[in-house]
């Protein structure tokens, strides 16, 4: 083993940490209707444009139904898709936020395909659990934003469903999560086949997708890229083609270092293919660790798992928690989702 290879966690340990990071969201995050807060502290200073405090997230019920699925936990879901009606605008898209009983004025294209996804999911699973009509909704505005630009804004106006055609994150692509929803919705086909185009296309480097996109050149915009976006590019590649090329030499560029530093980066160039010094956090290895199970590698995994479970706080009084205060929803339920693969992955293999 060389130095810096992170042990493997084992069922047991990935099995309490979860049950610790749920016992903090539900005592100090949650509340009676189910709503995750954005963090678990209170009276930070209010940034316009930015959540804190109370505000709640149409990512965090993204996350939470996708959580309810992998547990096929009905109740669950069910709160989740109670607190959807509150985010929905005229379009039928959900605000990105609630602050209090205000709605941002857009929604987040990401977070609008995952809610969807999500919806039309659970609604196969459980015909009278009532989630087709919110998904519906959400990917008949989704047409009706791409119908014209074949590929869809980062953002789009709650109001109308307008958006802007402005450089994009290549993460917000999601071109598997597209593809599943034009099963749904023919009307996002040809959205679904560009994202996968563009998310695929000028790479300088295997398995570092470029950082945005300018639908109106045309052209793909490269420079320092946040790790946990790039592999949120890689698993939605993968979620359509399980054996592509760039994702599996993706993987091993990634598995090179680690098992040299202990640790992914925070970031790469994807002009130069060079590493940031700084380490990767708890979500960039929680993801890593899905893409890796995804891959059927689940002792790497589970190394990665280790690295994740490393930024769990010991102290009062964000004991359980990932990270330090403020304490992020999103990292909580990312790791969360992970581990949850992970137990499922494990106790699968031992059902075979």
């Not at 209170?42 to 139904?65: C, F, K, W, Y």
């Not at 689940?298 to 964000?318: H, I, K, M, S």
Request: glycine share 8%; proline share 5%; net charge negative.
């Amino acid at each position: 083993m060389r130095a810096g290879w992170p042990e493997s966690v084992t069922r047991a340990e990935a099995a309490q940490a979860a049950a610790e990071i749920e016992s903090f969201l539900s005592e100090r995050m949650t509340g009676q209707d189910g709503a995750v807060t954005v963090n678990a502290v209170r009276g930070r200073p209010v940034i316009a444009g930015e959540a804190r405090n109370a505000d709640l997230l149409s990512e965090t019920i993204g996350q939470m139904m996708e959580l309810a699925l992998l547990r096929n936990d009905r109740e669950a879901f069910a709160r989740q898709l109670k607190l959807l009606p509150a985010f929905l605008g005229p379009s039928g898209l959900p605000a990105w936020k609630i602050s209090g009983t205000a709605k941002a004025a857009d929604s987040a294209t990401i977070d609008d395909l995952r809610i969807a996804d999500a919806c039309f999911l659970a609604a196969q699973r459980w015909p009278d659990i009532g989630a087709e009509t919110p998904a519906r909704a959400i990917a008949l505005a989704l047409v009706a934003a791409a119908a014209d630009r074949k590929v869809l804004p980062a953002a789009l106006a709650l109001s109308d469903g307008q958006g802007k055609t402005t450089a994009i994150p290549v993460c917000y692509l999601m071109p598997g999560t597209l593809a599943r929803l034009a099963r749904e919705e023919a009307g996002l086909s040809i959205a679904a086949k560009e994202a996968l185009r563009i998310s695929l296309a000028d790479r300088r480097h295997p398995g570092l997708p470029a950082r945005q996109y300018d639908p109106i050149g045309d052209k793909w915009i490269h420079g320092p890229c946040d790790e946990q976006l790039a592999l949120i590019t890689l698993r939605e590649i993968q979620s359509v083609d399980p054996s592509n090329q760039d994702v599996r030499e993706g993987i091993e560029r990634r598995l090179s270092g680690f098992r040299e530093r202990g640790h992914l980066p925070e970031s790469y160039d994807t002009a130069t293919a060079e590493a940031s010094a700084a380490a990767g956090g708890a979500t960039v290895h929680a993801l890593f660790s899905r893409l890796l199970l995804a891959a059927g590698r689940t002792d790497e995994a589970a190394r990665a798992l280790r690295v994740a479970l490393g930024f769990q706080t010991r102290t009062p009084p964000f004991a359980g928690a990932i990270g330090d205060a403020p304490v992020f929803s999103f990292d909580q339920l990312e790791v969360l989702l992970a581990l949850t693969d992970f137990l499922r992955a494990i106790d699968r293999g031992a059902e075979g």
